[in-house]
């Protein structure tokens, strides 16, 4: 976030600058602790450990947006259509070995050249895929890979090539070590999964319930694999398995991936439960994922659900705090008014804080200026206005409306701080409402305090300005 990079940068800076960090780190104590989305999402899977690369770092950085310029130029390529020229770009991306954008970049252009056609683009399609697969097993479009990897050799099959007709056979034949996890990779394990699936979803759920089953010998990562690949891949039918690991006494990490699952079922009776989940699970991570699926249904039913556990004072805070978070995730303006509502009513300062962040995730106009009325507003604590007015700033309200509004504060702790937020931006804006604070400001020390930051704005401008020789 910018803030945290501008409050790391003022060790070396003067005085008046250092109140920016001693800000931010009052606003990041006093924000709810709730569980970060994202992980959430991933809690069923294996960490997995990073891999360094030792490279130059300018090196790095020009690849990264090379790159990154391609994908997006194959991307729009791909949207428009042209199958050919998005190819052939994607092809170029994936010679960026190790930047993000080549990570994916196979599976892309694996699926630009299944729509063109012709055994001669399946081909290569499926080289591609294989070398995403072995060079990116992490990525993020995986599951994709896996999925797709097993239409393409379908459709070379199709064509008589004999080399995708002896994979498809050996991936079919690799599906009695699936039943027993005996010599299976990972990543030979999902596949055979997925192709179970390709053929009978019947036959890939008996398979699941037979991996998953209290009397199953295989490893606890390939069950684990086995509940995510059902989620992915056939939800609906394997409910019923779902529910039985979460009903069960299955390692606790079966039982989120189950939850999770039931998160991609849409209908009243997983939701019951996931409430229920969610409001009586001991196991804090458990309710997360639990709250995390119901999010994922994205229903009326599913967000009712939602404001009725944040409206719930016997739940804690935390728990209730990472529902908020939820229901702001996907940005509807009617769940963040009903949020903003609840701001204004709702006496826990925890619940409100965490409405304060969530609003703040969201970065629109409206939702700055709406974070700037709450600092305003003397009827809330200090703090909270404190934290309202940082994100507000950072959510992008404009430097002309953030200097105005160190006008009609009346606290100097609430001025300071916009004097710091303005101080951190580099637009023309920020640095004429500094210059107006410096001259007209009714207070002495806030007139000081302005001066010794336009003075701070006008050196780092003039730093990046090049010398002429």
């Given at each position: 976030m910018k803030i945290r990079r501008a409050c790391r940068s003022n060790a070396k800076r003067p005085r008046?600058?250092?109140?920016?960090?001693?800000?931010?780190?009052?606003?990041?104590v006093n924000c709810v602790g709730s569980v970060p989305v994202r992980a959430v999402r991933a809690v069923h899977a294996e960490a997995q450990p990073s891999v360094e690369t030792f490279e130059p770092r300018n090196k790095i950085v020009v690849d990264s947006i090379a790159s990154d310029s391609l994908f997006q130029e194959a991307r729009t390529a791909l949207f428009k259509g042209d199958f050919s020229r998005a190819a052939l770009l994607f092809q170029q991306v994936r010679r960026y070995r190790g930047s993000t954008a080549a990570s994916n970049a196979g599976y892309w252009e694996a699926f630009a050249r299944y729509k063109i056609g012709g055994s001669g683009q399946l081909l290569a399609a499926l080289a591609a895929l294989d070398d995403q697969r072995k060079l990116y097993p992490e990525a993020a479009t995986t599951a994709d890979v896996d999925a797709f990897l097993i239409r393409v050799l379908t459709q070379l099959d199709r064509t008589g090539d004999r080399t995708a007709h002896k994979r498809l056979q050996r991936i079919a034949a690799s599906v009695r070590s699936v039943e027993t996890c005996v010599g299976l990779q990972p990543p030979a394990f999902a596949l055979a999964l997925r192709y179970v699936a390709s053929q009978s979803e019947t036959d890939a759920v008996k398979l699941t319930d037979?991996?998953?089953?209290?009397?199953?010998?295989?490893?606890?990562?390939?069950?684990?694999?086995?509940?995510?690949?059902?989620?992915?891949?056939?939800?609906?039918?394997?409910?019923?398995?779902?529910?039985?690991?979460?009903?069960?006494?299955?390692?606790?990490?079966?039982?989120?991936?189950?939850?999770?699952?039931?998160?991609?079922?849409?209908n009243g009776a997983s939701l019951a439960l996931l409430e229920q989940l969610a409001r009586s699970q001991p196991d804090t991570t458990l309710r997360t994922v639990a709250l995390a699926a119901i999010a994922d249904q994205g229903s009326a039913q599913a967000r009712a659900v939602l404001f009725r556990y944040v409206n719930d004072v016997t739940l804690a805070v935390k728990s209730r705090g990472t529902a908020i978070i939820l229901l702001s995730e996907r940005g509807r303006k009617a769940d963040l008014d009903a949020l903003k509502g609840l701001f204004e009513q709702s006496p826990e300062?925890?619940?409100?804080?965490?409405?304060?962040?969530?609003?703040?995730?969201?970065?629109?106009?409206?939702?700055a200026r709406w974070l700037a009325a709450v600092s305003r507003q003397l009827r809330f604590r200090l703090n909270e206005r404190k934290i309202a007015l940082l994100l507000g700033a950072e959510a992008g309200l404009p430097s002309g409306e953030l200097g105005r509004l160190a006008d009609g504060l009346s606290e100097d702790e609430l001025r300071k701080t916009v004097l710091a937020m303005l101080s951190q931006r580099d637009d023309k804006e920020a640095l004429q409402q500094l210059e107006r604070i410096a001259e007209t400001d009714r207070s002495p020390a806030l007139r000081s305090i302005a001066r010794i930051l336009v003075g701070e704005v006008r050196a780092r401008a003039a730093a990046r300005v090049p010398s002429k020789r």
């Open positions: 008046a600058a250092n109140w920016f960090c001693w800000l931010v780190t009052v606003a990041v037979r991996l998953v089953a209290p009397n199953s010998k295989c490893p606890l990562a390939l069950r684990r694999n086995a509940l995510v690949i059902a989620a992915d891949v056939f939800p609906a039918a394997a409910e019923k398995t779902f529910r039985r690991v979460v009903a069960s006494n299955a390692e606790v990490s079966l039982r989120r991936a189950a939850v999770f699952g039931l998160g991609r079922v849409p300062p925890d619940i409100r804080q965490a409405i304060l962040t969530a609003i703040s995730q969201n970065r629109t106009l409206d939702n």
